[in-house]
């Protein structure tokens, strides 16, 4: 089954992909990509912070289980710096934290790894959807 591209409404603004192993980072690109969505890529928590500093994000699917920096402190980090990003947080496995925990920190939504593009683009498109016009 196709999966058509998201409806954005003009959205032009990159999302940032935050996942230390490069075949998932690359794997959610181009599946990014398939939306006609534009992605910029990091492999870690600072490195997400270092392109946050520099270029607008709207949102950032992050990996929750990361060396250096994990997905929840980059969490942590974000939600007083930049409180209108969306953060979607995915992890194959977690003992550390629950999907509860993650929403709690200031995600606004989970994927489980791993996960299918039609799943990506209904998180995707509830973020389009309850995006203020402003925005």
């Known amino acids: 089954m196709k999966i058509p591209a998201i409806d ?8 940032l992909v935050v996942e230390d192993d490069p075949s998932i980072r690359h794997l959610v690109a181009d599946a990014l990509d ?50 209108a990003i969306n953060v979607i947080a995915m992890t194959g496995y977690s003992t550390n934290y629950t999907a ?5 920190a200031g995600a606004c939504d989970f994927m489980a790894k791993p996960f299918t593009i039609k799943e990506m683009r209904a998180k995707l498109d509830r973020v389009f959807r309850n995006r203020s016009p402003d925005q």
């Not at 954005?8 to 999302?15: E, H, M």
């Open 8 to 15: 954005s409404s003009g959205y032009k603004t990159p999302i």
């Open 34 to 83: 398939h939306l006609g969505l534009t992605c910029h890529l990091a492999g870690n928590g600072r490195e997400a912070l270092d392109r946050l500093a520099t270029t607008r994000y709207d949102i950032v699917i992050t990996d929750i289980q990361m060396p250096e920096m994990d997905g929840m402190e980059l969490l942590r980090q974000i939600r007083p710096l930049y409180p």
């Open 100 to 104: 509860t925990d993650v929403i709690q």
